[in-house]
Structure formats: C-alpha cells, structure tokens
C-alpha cells in the first residue's frame, strides 16, 4: 500500500529535462508518474523505472525494459476499502511482475493505456 496518497503525473517537459542523462539521443518522454519516492517514465522506446533507495534516496536504481521484452500487463482498480490500484508488468523470461502501486492521484486506466499503446506495437 502507498504511503500519504501524494502519487500524481508529472509534466513531460519536466521529465525530459529531470532525466535528460537517461534518454538516448531524440527520445522523447510521452508521460511520467511520481509514486511516492519512485518514478515511472513513458518513453517512445521504453519503460523507465526510477527507484530511489534508502532512507535518503540519494541511491537511485534505474531500470529501462524495452516495450518488446513485456509480455502481459494488469491493472487493478481500487475498491472501496483498498483506494490503491496496481500495475504489474511481465516480462520475457520472469515469472514475478514488476509491481508498482499507485494511490487515487493516478488514473489507472490512463496509465494502461499509455503502456497499451507502446506494448501493441
């Protein structure tokens, strides 16, 4: 479960520039999420997960999944009593997803159908 429900998108221009040392050269960030401590980037190549770790968050792992290594995704909406809804993304060759959990801020559905069309390809 999320902590203090303060999930929310964040704007591309601001992620493009935040991230910049990321990106390959014309990448562009479609849509970007901030989950807490965590981002998720959108790009037009990939998935960008952005994991701050500790208690200062200055450790910072970064994941990049190529859209073709995901072989099925999930959305769970949230309930009356979980406000939390989930994505959870399979790829090629693992058989736990990644999960990441995003509070009311985030429209789950929005975020499944950006993943969807970068996936569908």
């Known amino acids: 479960m999320a902590l203090f429900g303060n999930a929310h998108s964040i ?3 601001a992620a493009q520039q935040d991230y910049a040392r990321l990106l390959g050269q014309g990448e562009q960030v479609h849509a970007a999420y901030l989950l807490i401590r965590d981002t998720i980037l959108f790009t037009d190549r990939r998935l960008i997960l952005v994991d701050k770790q500790g208690i200062t968050g200055k450790k910072v792992e970064y994941h990049s999944v190529p859209y073709r290594s995901i072989t099925h995704f999930a959305v ?6 979980d406000l939390d809804a989930e994505l959870k993304i ?3 060759g693992s058989q736990t997803p990644i999960q990441k959990t995003f509070t009311k801020g985030v429209d789950i559905y929005e975020v499944q159908a950006i993943l969807t069309q970068f996936v569908a390809r």
């Open 11 to 13: 704007d591309t221009g």
């Open 90 to 92: 399979w790829l090629s």
């Open 76 to 81: 769970e909406t949230a309930g009356t009593f």
